[in-house]
């Protein structure tokens, strides 16, 4: 109990930030791993869902066309490449601890796709899908921005 109450003290001291600063890495570490087995779990159980609901609608439907249920499809697909993306920002914070922003823009541009792609124009209004033109256009020109600074010679 000692040690423990020596350890949190020292933790504290401002001469000692980079003790708490490896006590922090250390929980975000920890943290990151438990959210990408829980990502994969449910990316596992999402594949899972879209074997059964494309199986359901080839095999006890009297019209297996996918006709009423193709955006439907789309968006579990889509659903599934947005957690595998989700899943990438994690591991590759794993890998070099720090938040790839790229990525994150892309994952959200996926999303937002997905949102347009499966839009219900009957059951939203036109205002919905302005905002999420305006979405789109916000993180392409980021998305850009992103990637020119990135591809941009460094001068030193």
């Known amino acids: 109990m000692k040690n423990f109450l020596k350890t ?75 957690a595998l993306e989700i899943l990438e920002n994690v591991t590759a914070y794993l890998r070099k601890h720090v938040f790839q922003v790229e990525l994150v823009i892309a994952t959200s541009l996926i999303a937002v796709a997905r949102k347009i792609i499966i839009f219900d124009i009957d059951k939203k209004t036109g205002e919905d899908l302005i905002g999420l033109g305006f979405a789109i256009i916000a993180l392409s020109i980021s998305f850009w921005i992103i990637r020119t600074q990135k591809n941009r010679p460094s001068n030193h």
């Open 8 to 82: 949190l003290k020292n933790i504290f001291l401002p001469e000692k930030d980079d003790l708490f600063l490896g006590l922090v890495e250390n929980i975000e570490v920890i943290v990151s791993k438990i959210l990408s087995l829980a990502l994969i779990a449910v990316i596992i159980f999402a594949v899972f869902d879209v074997i059964v609901f494309i199986s359901q609608q080839l095999f006890f439907t009297s019209h297996p066309l996918f006709k009423d249920t193709l955006f439907e499809i789309f968006g579990l697909f889509l659903n599934i490449l947005i």
